[in-house]
């Protein structure tokens, strides 16, 4: 009872948009370009669950969120902002991966918003990934993630000081 019609390639400054290019882009870390793929910013959205809360213990609380795609679609700490908690997109540092410092064997997204202090567990948040600051490393201890976990929050934030943001 319905009709399909095929439609042609799309393309954008000669490169045809397709899910290989987008899936590309995002391996390579090069999020502008699956943005501009895209139509916007990549994003993984989820229920806020509760973690091992190591990342409070460091003095950088996160929101998880569980994720299913096998394998990852990208990896890495990420430049990020987060919706669906009221009012602006709130900045961020994000961790994707399997967080091998800890031991972890199941993909989790860590994120690590500013300045904000709520209890948002169970929440639903949208997460915009708009730069890749680095791969994904195991840290000979903890002391040694804690001090990388403060680069990667300050080069997030030097980020969204110096780029145009599209919210």
Do not use: W
């Not at 793929?37 to 091992?52: A, E, F, S």
């Not at 709130?90 to 410092?101: C, F, K, S, W």
């Amino acid at each position: 009872g319905f009709t399909a019609e095929a439609l042609g390639s799309v393309t954008l400054a000669g490169e045809r948009v397709s899910s290989s290019g987008v899936r590309k882009a995002l391996a390579a870390g090069d999020m502008e370009h699956a943005a501009r793929l895209l139509g916007r910013p990549y994003v993984i959205d989820g229920q806020v669950k509760h973690g091992d809360k190591i990342g409070r213990q460091l003095g950088f609380a996160t929101a998880n969120l569980r994720i299913k795609h096998n394998p990852l679609p990208l990896c890495g700490v990420f430049a990020v902002e987060v919706t669906g908690l009221g009012g602006a997109p709130l900045p961020g540092v994000a961790n994707l991966g399997l967080r091998p410092t800890v031991g972890g064997t199941r993909p989790l997204l860590e994120v690590h918003l500013f300045d904000f202090s709520r209890d948002i567990y169970g929440a639903h948040i949208a997460v915009r990934f708009l730069k890749k600051l680095r791969d994904e490393q195991r840290f000979a201890d903890f002391s040694a993630l804690k001090a990388q976990i403060a680069l990667d929050a300050a080069a997030a934030r030097d980020f969204f000081a110096t780029a145009d943001v599209d919210s």
